[in-house]
Every structure is written in C-alpha cells, then in structure tokens.
C-alpha cells in the first residue's frame, strides 16, 4: 500500500492520524499542491479529481476520500476501535463525522481557500464568501462547545474518527483560516487541548517541505 498525502491539509492529516492511533505505518508519497503536483497528469491518471489523500493497494486499486480510507484500514487494523463496534455507535460516529465534514471543515477550509492569498494558486477566490465562511465556522465553534459541555468527545463519550476531523479542521483554522479557540469557548478549548496533547495528533503535523 501506499499513500498519497500532504504536510499542510486537514484531509491527509486525519488519515496520519488515523494509522499513527493504530500504530500502523505504511509509505507515503508527499504531493505538493502549492507547486501543483495533484495536476500532473500521472497523479491524474492516478486520481482522477487530483485530490489527496489516496491509497493505492497493492494491487493497484485507488481509494480516495478520508474516510472511505480509514474504513478500509480501520478493517485492516481494527484495534483500537474509532468508527464504532455496533449498528448504534457506527451510525452515531458517522453522524457526527459527516456533520464536522459539513459544518466544521467546510466552511474553514473556505475560510482559508478564498481569503489565504497563499490558497489563490488553488481557487478562485472570492474574498467576501471566504469571509462569510468564517462567520459560519465560527458559529461551529460555537454550537461545538455546547456539545462538549455535556459530552467529552464529540460522537459521545469515547475518542473517535469524529475527533479527528474535528482536530485537523480546529488546528487548520486557527494556522490558516484566522478562526480561534477562545477562552469564551472552555469546553471546545478543553476538548482541543487535550485531543490536541494525543502522541497520534502531535506527530501527524508535518511541515511543508
Ligand atoms: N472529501 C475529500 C476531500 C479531499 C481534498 O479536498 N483534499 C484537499 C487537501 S485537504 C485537496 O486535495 N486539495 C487540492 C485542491 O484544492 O486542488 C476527502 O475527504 O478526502
């Protein structure tokens, strides 16, 4: 197997994280979008929508999209558990997976794509929608630290693949996306401290070459 991947982005980044939980390594391939390798045409002949991350099995198959390939490695590496052992958990981790996809990373990687002037080689911004995201990503936040009054994490109470999307995006918003952590938000910043203090989050930051 291998895998394509990126220093910077949330996507790649919660595969890392993902595989560093589950103590499993395996070789990446580092695409760099800010020279626009994912436009090359041999990582298009390889993922057709020139996104990263994919894996690549050995025997030549591509999966592509975060989660659909850690469902692959999570039936690879099941221990520990973090997309549910049961009907319930499962459809309640993907709940809250989808809605971190949607609510949460969405609006702050548009934050970053359409204002970042570093994003223009990658979009076509549009500076005053970028901002709107922003506001949106704040009212995440927000609706966030509401949840993780009641609940330690944000699918319930144990860590998961939700805590993961959800890391990668709070951290990629605040280096990027100028979207912050406040004291205003104790329950968010609890959950971001101490999610954020994991071995698996730390060493899955890398830095661009
Ligand atoms: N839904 C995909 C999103 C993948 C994605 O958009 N990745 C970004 C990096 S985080 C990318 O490849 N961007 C390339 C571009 O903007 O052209 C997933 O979950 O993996």
Redesign the pocket.
């Known amino acids: 197997m291998k895998l394509y991947d990126?220093p910077m982005?949330?996507?790649?980044?919660?595969v890392r994280i993902f595989l560093a939980e589950k103590g499993a390594t395996i070789p990446t391939v580092d695409?760099n979008?800010m020279k626009g390798e994912?436009?090359n045409p041999e990582y298009r002949a390889l993922v057709p929508n020139?996104?990263?991350?994919a894996l690549v099995l050995d025997d030549g198959t591509v999966l592509?999209?975060?989660?659909a390939?850690c469902r692959y490695l999570e039936s690879l590496y099941p221990e520990p558990n973090l997309m549910g052992v049961d009907a319930l958990e499962i459809a309640q981790i993907d709940m809250w997976t989808r809605r971190m996809?949607f609510e949460l990373m969405m609006p702050v990687?548009s934050a970053f794509?359409h204002v970042h002037p570093a994003a223009a080689v990658?979009?076509n911004q549009f500076k005053d929608f970028g901002l709107s995201m922003k506001k949106v990503g704040e009212k995440s936040y927000a609706y966030l630290d509401k949840i993780l009054a009641d609940q330690p994490y944000i699918a319930g109470d144990r860590y998961t693949i939700a805590d993961i999307s959800a890391i990668c995006t709070v951290q990629f918003g605040a280096a990027v996306s100028d979207i912050h952590v406040t004291e205003a938000l104790p329950h968010l910043k609890r959950w971001a401290d101490e999610v954020g203090a994991r071995p698996a989050v730390k060493s899955s930051l890398k830095s661009a070459a």
């Open positions: 990126t982005a949330p996507n790649p980044r919660r695409v979008l994912h436009r020139g996104r990263v991350p592509c999209e975060s989660i390939i996809e990687a794509r990658l979009e």
